[in-house]
């Protein structure tokens, strides 16, 4: 299939220049090229502007309440392994009302990949802060600056036990590509967040042109070098920001230690026909 065929007919109503085009056209791209079909893919979403891909991409789509798309992902998983499930976030979707979820999926190594879309604002509502916005961020909720300072999800979600962490930039559409195509290859928990920027309420482009980059000789099975790299930045202020694949590791999955490496699909049917005949 042609990557054009996985967007859907429903009007767009992104604000012009959000990140999200970006984001949805990557994913796209990247479901053509790994010749996933649309039947196949289940892309679910939670509340927010990151939510309204679930209407724009011709697949499978979920929609849930704030901050519950992961564990409704870990559900459509275990019920069909066959799937390709990609759940779609945002900052204050997945890290404010959702991060218990969050944290557990990494914990549990569940086979589903996560993209954050990271615009450090809740958008949708018109501009309160999130998790990772910076020290002082002015808003709707906070017109006087926030008095906290953000913390490092990638920094969280390795001490939390993902196999695959990574980090793009809406405008870098190419290393984006590559990373969401190493993610959903990966077997396990895949955690990829997205700079994506909100052109309305939070437009961040001049810090990220300046400081993104890609690390060159990374490898990101060396533990101590993926920390490394995640903490040079903290989300307060300016630094250097890394890009790409900065940690992956092989693990068994959710799946595979529930069935025991039988099918999780025929060994899931007997034991709903098991507790039915209970009944």
């Not at 979920?62 to 390709?84: D, E, S």
């Not at 993209?115 to 990772?132: A, E, K, M, S």
Request: proline fraction near 5%.
């Amino acid at each position: 299939m042609k990557g054009s065929e996985y967007i859907s007919k429903v009007q767009n109503t992104w604000c012009p220049g959000c990140g999200n085009f970006v984001i949805q056209h990557t994913v796209k791209d990247v479901l053509a090229e790994l010749g996933l079909l649309p039947e196949n893919v289940v892309i679910v979403s939670g509340i927010g502007c990151h939510a309204k891909i679930a209407d724009y991409m011709q697949t499978n789509s979920f929609y849930t309440i704030h901050g519950r798309g992961i564990p409704v992902a870990t559900g459509i998983h275990l019920g069909n392994p066959k799937l390709t499930v990609i759940c779609s976030a945002g900052d204050g979707d997945a890290y404010a009302e959702g991060l218990d979820h969050l944290i557990f999926a990494a914990k549990r190594n569940v086979d589903i990949t996560v993209i954050i879309h990271d615009n450090r604002v809740y958008g949708l509502t018109t501009g309160q802060y999130t998790p990772t916005s910076p020290p002082g961020f002015t808003g709707r909720s906070t017109p006087e600056g926030t008095h906290e300072d953000p913390f490092n999800p990638l920094d969280l979600m390795l001490a939390s036990g993902a196999t695959f962490i990574a980090r793009a930039y809406s405008r870098d559409k190419k290393g984006m590509a590559e990373v969401l195509k190493r993610a959903i290859r990966h077997k396990g928990f895949s955690f990829v967040e997205v700079l994506q920027v909100c052109a309305s309420f939070y437009d961040a482009h001049a810090c990220y042109d300046e400081h993104v980059y890609t690390p060159e000789g990374h490898d990101p099975y060396d533990r101590g070098s993926a920390e490394e790299l995640i903490r040079e930045w903290n989300y307060s202020g300016e630094g250097p920001i890394a890009l790409g694949v900065l940690y992956e590791k092989d693990a068994r999955t959710f799946e595979e230690r529930i069935f025991d490496g039988k099918s999780g699909m025929i060994d899931r049917t007997r034991l709903i026909r098991e507790a039915l005949q209970k009944r």
